[in-house]
Structure formats: structure tokens, C-alpha cells
């Protein structure tokens, strides 16, 4: 087993584009990567791109020894996933996932992971990771949020000399709700570029935004430092300085006219803030938690509203910056 | 106990608790000196304030020494003190359950109880004896018995009971006899100690003492230890996670998990010498009394205290044998059952268990539990990580209690009632409704079976979906319903929580309205709780 001579054998759960750049960084180092995928054309695509990856079509042996597991998949995919590896899963597995959105009564990922399998050991990556910046080999920076020491100590050995900076956090409820509302945030912020509502209008409304992950995580026993921290304010800042967001282009061409399926169409990828938009709503009215933006967004979504009027009356409401509750 | 592992087992925890310490101090901890002079100013502390203790004299001879002895100790002296204090705790908290004494007792059931009940004291009840409430009829078992009886050979159970009464750890006893099961280790308050009569009993039915008003941190990783060594030498215990009597009177949410954390201790020390049956199991068992022999005390503690409720009260109804024996008839008389419903088990780390003692994942499948607390390939302690897992079982036990409460009339009616109170008051706080009973003092009768009507029909489908369980009381109509709880107020308080005059209900007793309506708090029933969420509700209730 593992121990800190020994070599860690990791397994990646899945073949997008975060699987592939997390691979491609580890595989590099003395980490031994294994990665499993369903089809056969992702598994040919993956060996062509990073050979050094073991790619295997039998889920049990590309777990046969891992110590680490990324279950590397979208939320909308993560309980198929998770119930998959679940007929595998050992109670020392450490088990990540970087998935930024919620499931059925906004189940959150680690809830999904935990309905599925016998793991314990979970660690949610969060904070401004984006498979695209991670492809291009430049230094990343990301939360962990584990309530085991464990799991930190293992991801930190991972990382080890890859240019990653790992920031711990216990939150792992804040730091799942800040990671799934700020595509909320995005949604908005697309539609706001596509009305010229000005950059102004773009970050009071990504404020918004952030007050609205804060009584979200607050309710759920989330800590209110979260959302000021890496996870929350820091992944919204370089999120939409790069503009690297499917949920913009989602936002703008809803505000432009389009359908929402239209929309997700066009996007060609998984765009977890539309979801994320409804099942919070869902949540805060069963609550009784007040949400500005998101309400404005999932009116938007569902075609009860202008995305104009909508936005403006975000725009033009308090941020009820003193009270985490919402109430 | 037998007497041979009795002594095993104190020699195991002086040698474990003095090594530990030792460890503990060469790793940068605290030196065993700073230790025994800590020992020794919470020791003094305590006999300072508690000048009642019996063992008083002895005690403070006893640390007069330690002092004495540690201001000229070498090295090799302080080790040789630590084992000196260690075993000092550990004969003290240690039982001297006798097989032979178990016998004679639980032959004479029933009507045992009345015999048990009988032995809180007083020679004066025992001319009275022949007038003992039998309690057969009136103490129903249910829920996972055969798995119990199943984890009880395939294990180590702790059997992890709600806690609203002193009469809980005698009805636990009973209801392990009926189920014929052999008796079971339990922590029991050293206040429950004082009458030489009861604790011959409890001592030598498994009691083990706890002093609360112990503070030494030493003293609390002796105690844990020996539960520890416990259930490693397979003595099956009985843990109250709740700590206290709930004093509220609602179900335990927020529970103490030092003890229950002992269990996962257990397990690795199992695995760490490859025990032939390693596993420890956690069974959560749900009590529920249609009246509660404590409750005046316990609410009036919970309301007068606010947030410092007294842990320990030695001068409640269960001190009072008239009142024990009054209670126990009078809840015989009225057919009142006592429910003790055993819940499914849990493995140490929260997972579901089948009846051969397998733990299962979400889905079903078996689990190797061993796996959990692999560190290199070996199992190990490690406390933050075993400490989450503790939490978590918490929270099944938690789920458990609220799942497996038997709801009776005297909660679903003073619920109805608080319900009405607080309509009639919308501006007032709890607090100020208690405390003058709001701008009109009684209810009109068809409000309060309205309400109950209402409120019946929401725990219906609770129990539908498998949240709560009804009494039988509780399956006739709201005007049967009301009547059964107005006759139970009426029983045995110094003052009936509600009473019926004519077309209204009197609120008689608002404090234990609030006390019995407690019981329901937690389900998220329609109307607005009386304790928030984490049953600290104190601040919530200050006017």
C-alpha cells in the first residue's frame, strides 16, 4: 500500500477535457496514471493524445490498486458515474471531483458520490480550475475541501511538482456551492455582454451572484469566509477576465433571442448553470431563502421573463449585504 | 463481568492509558507532571465544590498525597504516579457485574422491575412490594429484535438509547431480559449511586460509574478506555448518546459522541491483534413514555436555566421512591405503554448493517469495513479522520431516534395546543406565552380537536413514508385522541398539563405543554417550531 516511498496509482473516471489535462500533467510525474472510458473512440482519441496515460476499457482494472481516484466527469453524469465505480469503490480510496453543479433537490456532488458508493474519504476541487487553462501547462491554483487529512495529504503528494498551488479548505458544502451558483453568475454575465448592459452592470451583477452562493451555503451549513476566499470571489475574478465559459455563450444567446436549447446546442458541452438555476430556486423557496440574480436567471431560462427586465431588476435590488441568511 | 476479565481489563487500561501519555509527552505533548498537577488542581477543584461526596475523605487524601509525591518525582516517579492516578479512576469507574446476582434478580421478573424500582429505595416500600405494578403488559418491545439478537453473535452491539428518564436505564435492563438477551455494560451517573441498595444493583448489573462532575481530562480517557477494553473483551454495552436526560423533552439530535467513538477504537484495537470477531455494532434504541416521571423537573431546568442547564440534578422525582412507585402504578392503571423500539444496526462508520452483521453501501452491495482505517496497509488510529466517522454515525443514531419515535396522545394534543397558543399570540415570544399564557388563558375545545385533527393527518403521512411511528392511541379520532391525552395530564403531576372545563381547555401547566409538545419537534410539521433546528432554541425562546 501506499506509504510515502511508494509510487501513488491514480485512476481518472471519465475521458473530457478535464480528465485529459489532469492526466496529461500527472502522467508526467512519477504518479502512475490509469484512466478509464466507455467508448472505445474516446479511449483511441486519449492514447493518442497522451500516451503515457493507461487506458483501460474494464473500469475494475483501471482501479486494481489506485489509491486516488477522479471521478472527472460533469455533475449531470456524476451519479451514473459514481454507481458505476460504486461496484468497485474500497473504503481507502481517496475520491475527488472537480464537478461544478448539483443534482435532483440540489444534491450536491459529494452527496451524489456518497448515495452511490462506501467512500468516505471525498475531496471537492474547486476554486478557478479550467481544463483549458490546466492544457496549457501554466500554473494552476485550486481549493481542496476534505474534512480528512488524508485526502489532502495524498492530493498534495499528487501535485508535487506539478505547477499546482492547493489551498485547503473543511467547507466542502461552501466550496461545491460557490463552485455551481458562479455558473449562475456566468449565465448572467453572458446575457448582461449580450444586452451592453456595460461592465459596470457585469460585476454588480456577478456580486449578486456571489451573495446568492452565500445564503445558498449558508443554509446548507456552509462558512461564510468560503465565499470571500479562492473557492468563491476567486474563482468568479478569473472566470470572466478570460471569458473561458460555456455558460457566457449559453447567456448571451438566450439574451439574443435564442431558445434555451438552442442555446445548449450551439454550446456543445455541458453547461451545469442551468440546472444549478433551477434546483436553487427549488431550494429557496422550500427555504424561504430570497435569491436576486438567481431567480432573475432561471426566470430567463424558462421564458418567464426578459432577460433585459430581469437583469435591470437585479440591477436595481438590495444586496442585502449585512444579512448571510437571506432572510 | 467476570472477575477475571474484570481485573485483565484494569491492568490493560493503566498499562494503555499510562503508555499513551508517555507517548503523547515524548511527541511534544504535555509532561506527565503538567498532567498530574492538571489531575490534581481539577480533583481539588471538584471536592472543593462537591463537599457532599461520600468518598470525599478518601479522595482528598488521596491527592493530598499525589502532590506530596510529585513535587520530589524523578522521571521514572511521575510514571509510576500517572499509573498510581490512572488506577485510582479505573476502580472506580469499573463495574463488578455478578452473574450469579443477575440470576437471582431477573428470576424474580417479573414483577422484577417492581423489585428494581423497589430498590431506588426505601425500606418502606418493601412492605408494599405485594402492590408492585407488574410491567409486562405495559412495556412493549418492537422493531429489529432478531437482528439484534443476530449482531449480539456476530459481535460487540452498543446499544445507543434515547434518554428522557432515570427509569430509562432500568427499562433498557428490563427489556434486554424479555428479549433474552444477557445483560449489557452500561455507564451510569454516580449520583445513581448514593443508596447503597441501588448501586449493589447497578454494580452488579453491569453499572459502570460515571462522574460527571469529574472535569480531569484524564479522568475522561480513563473512562473512555475502559469502554473501549469493554467492548474489546465482547462485553456488550449501553451508551445514552444524548449525555443527559433530554431536558427539553425533545428527541436527541445532537449527540455526544466521545463514548460512541469508542466503538471505532474497539474495532481497530480488534483488527490491529486479528480478533476472531472484530466488528462492533451500533443499535439505536427509541424510548417513548406517554408521561415522563422527570418531566416538571426537566423543563423547569431547561426553561429557568437558559443555555446553562444544571447536567447533574440529584434532587428530581426519581430521588422521591413515592413518586417512582405512584408513577409506575399509575401508568399501569391506564393501560399507558412504555415503547421500546429497537432500530436496524450500524457498523462504527455509519453504514447499514444486514442481519449476518455485513455492512452495505447505499446500493446494497457489502462493504469491507477494514478498508476504512487502512493506513499503509495496516489498520491505525487516526483521530481526525476517526473522528468524522464517529460524526457520522451520530447522525444515523440521530435519524434513528426521530425515525423509530412512538408518538402518543400527551405529544400530538400539547403540540395542538402550543400550536393554538401561538396563533392566539402572534407577537409573543414562547417564552412570554409561558410565562403569562397569552391574552386568553384557556382554548375552545373543537379548536384544539381541529388542530389535533390536523396535525394527526400530517403524522399519518409522516409514519407513511417511515419518519415517525403513531401509538395506537393515536389510530381512533381527534375527540378520542384529546380525551386520552387530557385523562394522562390528568395522572400523576402536581398539576395537569392541560385540563378540560367544559367547552375549552385549560392550559394548567404551560411549561410541560411545552415539554410534551418537545417530542415532535424535528419532523418539520407544518407549524412553526418551538426549538430551533439544533434544539438549542434558548435564545429563540427569550422574550
Redesign the interface.
Known amino acids: 500500500m501506499n506509504d510515502a516511498t511508494e509510487t501513488l496509482r491514480m485512476t481518472l473516471v471519465g475521458a473530457g477535457p478535464l480528465a485529459r489535462a489532469i492526466g496529461r500533467i500527472l502522467a508526467r510525474g512519477p504518479t502512475e496514471v490509469h484512466l478509464w472510458a466507455r467508448g472505445q473512440a474516446a479511449r483511441d482519441a486519449i492514447r493518442a493524445e497522451v500516451p503515457e496515460l493507461n487506458v483501460h476499457h474494464e473500469l475494475e482494472a483501471a482501479l486494481e490498486g489506485a489509491h486516488v481516484v477522479l471521478l472527472a466527469v460533469p455533475a449531470d453524469q456524476l451519479t451514473e458515474a459514481a454507481e458505476r465505480y460504486g461496484e468497485h469503490a474500497l473504503g481507502d480510496h481517496v475520491v475527488l471531483t472537480a464537478a461544478r453543479g448539483v443534482g435532483p433537490n440540489f444534491t450536491l456532488p459529494h452527496e451524489m458520490i456518497r448515495k452511490k458508493t462506501c467512500v468516505r474519504q471525498i475531496g471537492i476541487l474547486g476554486g478557478p480550475i479550467h481544463a483549458r487553462e490546466l492544457a496549457t501547462g501554466r500554473s494552476i491554483n485550486a481549493v481542496l475541501a476534505t474534512r480528512f487529512p488524508r485526502v489532502l495529504e495524498m492530493v498534495r503528494r499528487l501535485v508535487s511538482g506539478a505547477p499546482v498551488a492547493l489551498h485547503a479548505s473543511k467547507d466542502i458544502v461552501g466550496v461545491q456551492v460557490a463552485g455551481a451558483v458562479s455558473n449562475v453568475a456566468s449565465l448572467a454575465a453572458g446575457m448582461c455582454d449580450a444586452l451592453e448592459l456595460g461592465d459596470t452592470a457585469r460585476g454588480v451583477l456577478l456580486t449578486h451572484g456571489l451573495v446568492d452562493a452565500r445564503k445558498i451555503g449558508m443554509a446548507l451549513g456552509a462558512t461564510e469566509a468560503t465565499f470571500g476566499g479562492l473557492a468563491g470571489l476567486g474563482e468568479l475574478i478569473p472566470r470572466h477576465v478570460t471569458s473561458m465559459d460555456r455558460h457566457l455563450d449559453v447567456g448571451a444567446a438566450v439574451a439574443k433571442g435564442a431558445s434555451l436549447q438552442e442555446a445548449l446546442q450551439q454550446a456543445q458541452g455541458h453547461v451545469e448553470g442551468v440546472v444549478t438555476a433551477m434546483e436553487a430556486m427549488a431550494l429557496a423557496d422550500a427555504r424561504g431563502i430570497e435569491l436576486g440574480l438567481v431567480r432573475a436567471v432561471a426566470q430567463v431560462l424558462q421564458g418567464e421573463a426578459s432577460p433585459r427586465e430581469a437583469l435591470e431588476a437585479v440591477l436595481h435590488h438590495s444586496l442585502d449585504l449585512d444579512d448571510p441568511r437571506g432572510r | 463481568m467476570r472477575p477475571e476479565d474484570q481485573e485483565r481489563i484494569l491492568t490493560e487500561l493503566e498499562s494503555r492509558v499510562s503508555l499513551a501519555k508517555v507517548r503523547a509527552t515524548e511527541a511534544g505533548g504535555p509532561k506527565l507532571s503538567e498532567i498530574l498537577e492538571d489531575s490534581h488542581y481539577f480533583e481539588r477543584k471538584r471536592l472543593k465544590e462537591d463537599r457532599g461526596s461520600p468518598t470525599r475523605e478518601a479522595d482528598v487524601k488521596f491527592w493530598d498525597q499525589v502532590q506530596q509525591d510529585l513535587r520530589r518525582a524523578s522521571e521514572r516517579d511521575q510514571k509510576l504516579l500517572a499509573r498510581k492516578v490512572i488506577r485510582h479512576y479505573a476502580e472506580e469507574i469499573a463495574g463488578n457485574f455478578d452473574e450469579r446476582v443477575y440470576q437471582v434478580v431477573t428470576r424474580a421478573l417479573p414483577p422484577g422491575l417492581g423489585l428494581l424500582l423497589n430498590a431506588a429505595s426505601p425500606l418502606r416500600l418493601v412492605k408494599r412490594l405485594p402492590q408492585m405494578p407488574n410491567l409486562d403488559e405495559s412495556v412493549v418491545i418492537q422493531g429489529e429484535v432478531e437482528q439484534l439478537h443476530r449482531l449480539h453473535e456476530k459481535g460487540t452491539v452498543i446499544l445507543v438509547p434515547t434518554h428522557v428518564s432515570n427509569l430509562d436505564s432500568i427499562i433498557v435492563g428490563y427489556a434486554l431480559f424479555r428479549m433474552g438477551l444477557p445483560p449489557f455494560i452500561y455507564g451510569a451517573g454516580l449520583n445513581l449511586f448514593t443508596n447503597p441498595l441501588i448501586s449493589f444493583f447497578m454494580h452488579n448489573l453491569g453499572a459502570y460509574t460515571v462522574d460527571r462532575k469529574k472535569t480531569d481530562p484524564l479522568y475522561k480517557d480513563v473512562l473512555k478506555e475502559y469502554a473501549t477494553l469493554t467492548l474489546e473483551f465482547g462485553y456488550d454495552n449501553i451508551f445514552f448518546p444524548g449525555g443527559t436526560r433530554s431536558r427539553s423533552g425533545a428527541i436527541e439530535q445532537h449527540l455526544k459522541l466521545g463514548l460512541m467513538g469508542t466503538g471505532l477504537a474497539a474495532y481497530i484495537n480488534n483488527l490491529q491483534r486479528g480478533a476472531a470477531q472484530p466488528k462492533v455494532f451500533i443499535v439505536p434504541a427509541t424510548l417513548s413514555f406517554e408521561l415522563v416521571l422527570e418531566a416538571e423537573t426537566l423543563i423547569d431546568d431547561f426553561l429557568k436555566e437558559v443555555g446553562k442547564a444544571r447536567y447533574i440534578i440529584d434532587d428530581d422525582e426519581f430521588t422521591r421512591p413515592k413518586r417512582v412507585f405512584d408513577f409506575m402504578s399509575q401508568l399501569v392503571s391506564m393501560d399507558s405503554k412504555i415503547h421500546v423500539t429497537v432500530s436496524r444496526g450500524y457498523d462504527v462508520?455509519g453504514?447499514p448493517v444486514d442481519d449476518e452483521g455485513n455492512?452495505l453501501?447505499?446500493?446494497g452491495?457489502v462493504?469491507?469495513?477494514?478498508?476504512?482505517?487502512?493506513?499503509?496497509?495496516k489498520p491505525v488510529h487516526?483521530a481526525?479522520?476517526d473522528a468524522?466517522?464517529t460524526r457520522?454515525v451520530g447522525e444515523r443514531v440521530g435519524e434513528a431516534f426521530l425515525r423509530d419515535n412512538v408518538v402518543t396522545s400527551t405529544h400530538v394534543v400539547a403540540h395542538a395546543i402550543m400550536n393554538l397558543l401561538r396563533e392566539r399570540n402572534p407577537r409573543m415570544s414562547v417564552l412570554r406565552i409561558l410565562r403569562t399564557g397569552g391574552t386568553e388563558d384557556d382554548l375552545e375545545l373543537r379548536s384544539v380537536y381541529r388542530e389535533t385533527d390536523r396535525l394527526l393527518g400530517e403524522l399519518r403521512a409522516l409514519e407513511q413514508r417511515g419518519r415517525i411511528r403513531l401509538g395506537t392511541s393515536l389510530r381512533a379520532s381527534a375527540e378520542d385522541v384529546v380525551s386520552d391525552a387530557l385523562a394522562h395530564y390528568a395522572l400523576y403531576h402536581t398539576r395537569p398539563a392541560a385540563q378540560r372545563r367544559g367547552d375549552r381547555v385549560v392550559p394548567r401547566d404551560r411549561n410541560l405543554v411545552l415539554y410534551y409538545q418537545n417530542r415532535l419537534e424535528g419532523y418539520g410539521l407544518s407549524s412553526r417550531p418551538c426549538l430551533s433546528p439544533n434544539h438549542r432554541a434558548l435564545a429563540d425562546l427569550r422574550g
Not at chain 2, 462493504?367 to 496497509?377: A, I, M, N, P, Q
Open positions: 462508520f453504514n455492512s453501501d447505499p446500493c452491495r462493504v469491507d469495513t477494514s478498508r476504512y482505517v487502512l493506513d499503509k496497509g487516526d481526525a479522520r468524522e466517522y457520522e
